[in-house]
């Protein structure tokens, strides 16, 4: 009958209630894909204009490398908070980086198909632990570990060994870079193993087959085909784990030591970018003072924006070349 | 013959290595799950989920108002969060195929890897500021920023999942665009939605430090979202970095309930995907 009557006013009716209807849910769906786009703009606007005040006292290269943090005396050096992320987060990088690639090796490759879903909830649930748990361990069960054990065995081998014994030297505390930086490295195990698990996944099975009718051993074939074809994938997971430990609060404060000095050694203790902003941030009264916690916000921002974004370049582009190949 | 032996032994090795490697991943986590549930069972008990914190040195006291200004926190940020996040979610997965689509889609990925606390100075900035007082609606705030670009991308691949014949039975039957869309498409992708939904609100109970300067931290019981509020993550925070044998061991039993709390979510989002799944064979 609607066929036959498409002029009726009733049906006009209806067809222009339709029409109403799509335009509004349109308008409503581009207006929350707008919001991300807002709310980007939002974090970036507020973390300029919180950070304002301090640019009228420093510029931002002298308070990119000054060293003296002085909140009482109006001094503020950003640089032992940039050193101690980056050599934090480096040593969890270092760690943690030859871990999950054996450990996504061991999942995709070796392990027996029983006991492959056991490993993987198993890192399922190291991701899921709160951060605030981790530093709690790390306070009292890691760090005394390293304190004792770990710390003297190092500086007897290693320390007396020019150059790289630097690291090792000073005194055993237990809490400073060195138990930062393991506790990182736990913590971004489960972000590079899953990213670089999904990625193996994707190696066509062909390739693999080829290497093993050529005779190659299973690590042969790993080391020949598996790992070549997820280069970029696996760099892309290595940058989201170094964006996700750049960014990590909690367990470092607990663990670092909170002390806004340079040293060379690792057991030193040290401060980093995101545990002084945590520390200070609620107790910081002064205009200035809460202008430079933002603007190390701000720097922190930065360098995670920079590192996800090549990250995420780097998945979807491994991922485009095996969508073409696969 | 002897250039195969030797090959042979690196595989050995190599295979070994990868062996240790899963196991020295695993160690950490059986050792974490251990601690906190052998240290922290002691100080349960009734009272612990009932009373307020004691001050140092008097028995007893517990984290009631730490347990409810969490629910408290998460439940005002899944107001602001959820609908947002799924939301932009479903942009991107029906009018996602564009450049601004893209667009968006990026600045999600990227968001979603924020350090959570340059967000709560955001929500210091958003909140804190113009009230003059931290509070619950500043937590929520930062938790809701945290929870929506990852609910994006989440709801987004869970919706592309529904396939399109089911789209185009709609659609060809007269229904319009818009009741496809929410009655016929995200109905189907409700289960997957759900569970994505649950992951985020697992992540923001276990938030920290964006809590830290927003909703602050509070002795007492408070139900007025625009008053500060305890929370089991900065209760455990505050209790781990004091100097008292006493509030250690509160603050290993509290991480316990958080990590009940916490991963009762996670399970119940993993029984909901295996349900789903098995639905769908």
């Not at chain 1, 909170?258 to 941030?281: D, M, Q, R, T, W």
Request: proline fraction near 6%; aromatic fraction near 6%; charged fraction near 10%.
């Amino acid at each position: 009958m609607a066929l036959e009557a498409p002029a009726s006013p009733q049906s006009t009716r209806h067809h222009a209630g339709v029409n109403r209807g799509d335009r509004a849910w349109n308008g409503l769906l581009l207006g929350l894909g707008l919001a991300v786009l807002a709310l980007a703009a939002v974090i970036i606007g507020m973390l300029l204009h919180a950070s304002q005040p301090l640019w009228k006292a420093m510029s931002p290269w002298q308070f990119l490398k000054s060293t003296d943090w002085d909140p009482a005396n109006d001094s503020f050096g950003a640089l032992p908070f940039i050193y101690g992320t980056l050599v934090t987060s480096g040593l969890a990088l270092l760690l943690a980086v030859p871990v999950g690639l054996g450990l996504s090796i061991f999942l995709t490759e070796l392990a027996p198909k029983q006991l492959r879903p056991f490993v993987a909830f198993g890192v399922e649930l190291l991701a899921g632990i709160p951060s605030v748990v981790y530093g709690l361990w790390g306070l009292f069960t890691l760090a005394p570990l390293l304190r004792e054990h770990v710390q003297p065995f190092l500086a007897k081998v290693l320390g007396p060994i020019p150059g790289i014994g630097a690291l090792f030297r000073g005194a055993p505390l237990g809490l400073g870079f060195l138990s930062a930086g393991v506790i990182l490295a736990i913590m971004i195990l489960p972000t590079i193993c899953a990213v670089t698990t999904e990625v193996v996944k994707t190696v066509p099975l062909p390739l693999r087959e080829a290497s093993l009718a050529l005779g190659a051993t299973r690590w042969e074939m790993v080391r020949l085909s598996v790992l070549p074809y997820s280069k970029a994938g696996i760099l892309g997971a290595v940058l989201l784990g170094l964006g996700r430990a750049l960014g990590e609060t909690m367990a470092v404060t607990m663990v670092i030591g909170n002390n806004p000095e340079i040293h060379a050694s690792l057991f030193a203790a040290g401060y980093s970018l995101p545990s002084v902003i945590a520390n200070e941030f609620a107790e910081a009264t002064d205009a200035s003072h809460t202008a430079a916690l933002a603007s190390l916000a701000l720097v922190l921002f930065a360098i995670t924006f920079l590192m996800n974004a090549g990250a995420r370049v780097l998945v979807r582009r491994s991922k485009h070349t095996a969508g073409a190949h696969g | 013959m002897n250039a195969y032996a030797g090959r042979k032994v690196v595989n050995l090795v190599m295979m070994v290595l990868c062996g240790l490697a899963a196991l020295g991943a695993l160690l950490p986590l059986g050792s974490v799950l251990w601690l906190v549930v052998s240290h922290g069972v002691a100080g349960l008990n009734f009272t612990f989920f009932t009373a307020l914190p004691k001050p140092v040195g008097e028995a007893g006291g517990g984290v009631g108002n730490a347990v409810v200004g969490t629910l408290q926190i998460v439940a005002l940020a899944c107001v602001i969060g959820l609908p947002l996040g799924v939301g932009a979610g479903v942009f991107l997965a029906e009018k996602g195929d564009s450049a601004l689509g893209n667009a968006v889609r990026f600045t999600a990925e990227v968001l979603s890897g924020v350090p959570s606390i340059v967000v709560g100075i955001v929500a210091y900035g958003l909140v804190v500021v113009p009230m003059k007082r931290f509070s619950a609606i500043a937590g929520a705030v930062a938790l809701a920023i945290l929870m929506v670009p990852t609910l994006a991308r989440g709801t987004e691949e869970l919706v592309r999942l529904v396939p399109r014949s089911i789209r185009e039975a709609a659609l060809g039957l007269g229904v319009p665009e818009w009741k496809t869309s929410l009655r016929v498409v995200l109905r189907t992708a409700l289960g997957g939605v759900a569970t994505a939904a649950l992951l985020a609100i697992a992540r923001a109970t276990g938030e920290t430090a964006p809590l830290l300067f927003t909703a602050l931290n509070n002795q007492y019981w408070n139900v007025r979202p625009d008053q500060p509020t305890a929370s089991l993550t900065v209760q455990i925070f505050n209790y781990a970095i004091s100097p008292y044998d006493d509030w250690h061991q509160k603050a290993w039993s509290a991480a316990l309930v958080l990590l009940l709390l916490v991963g009762g979510l996670n399970l119940t989002a993993r029984a909901l995907t295996r349900n789903r799944l098995k639905g769908a064979r």
